[in-house]
């Protein structure tokens, strides 16, 4: 199936085509989104939402950063809340939220927040945005979840695996210090 012919009947075939498209050119991938809500919102929004090994192309949409799919996806209806599965090597019940905190893109967390994202929505191990956001030092990350409402308080969640052997905790005063531009 050649990726910019959408099946309009088989979301997983859409699906994958969206996933095809995610690795190469945007205004492709854009054009297609936007062809698919064109056609039937509906159906847009099940294509945007189904699973394949754990991803819905939504969460590989805030994931990469794709803002402009990210908007398409939301205008076809779909839940900015929408908790992922559990691909193999991240917890599962990830929202878009936790994603975007993880790579630090505030432009997509803006995206997100003034769509009704939950700022303090946990994953599957119990963590906040904002644990990800903190523990990747994301600054800005952190002040725009905070300004949004996030729980400072939910910094501090331990890490359930360590990634490596530097200390994994993360507290809220170093929650504070990623507010302030310090780095520990």
Not at 49 to 57: H, R, S, Y
């Amino acid at each position: 199936m050649k990726p910019s012919s959408m099946s309009g009947h088989d979301p997983l075939k859409d699906a994958v085509a969206l996933f095809v498209l995610l690795k190469g050119e945007v205004d492709r991938l854009v054009d297609f989104g936007q062809k698919l809500v064109k056609r039937n919102k509906t159906y847009a929004k099940t294509v945007f939402i189904t699973e394949v090994d754990g991803w819905t192309p939504f969460h590989a949409f805030v994931l990469r950063g794709e803002r402009k799919m990210v908007k398409i996806a939301l205008k076809a209806g779909v839940d900015v809340n929408l908790p992922m599965g559990k691909p193999e090597g991240l917890p599962g019940n990830c929202s878009p939220l936790h994603l975007a905190a993880h790579r630090g893109d505030v432009s997509v967390i803006s995206v997100l927040l003034s769509n009704g994202a939950d700022v303090n929505v946990r994953d599957g191990m119990g963590r906040a945005p904002i644990f990800y956001a903190s523990h990747k030092q994301n600054t800005l990350a952190v002040k725009t979840l905070v300004r949004a409402g996030a729980d400072l308080k939910l910094c501090g969640r331990e890490r359930k695996q360590s990634v490596s052997s530097e200390n994994t905790t993360v507290n809220p005063i170093t929650c504070f210090l990623a507010c302030s531009g310090i780095r520990r």
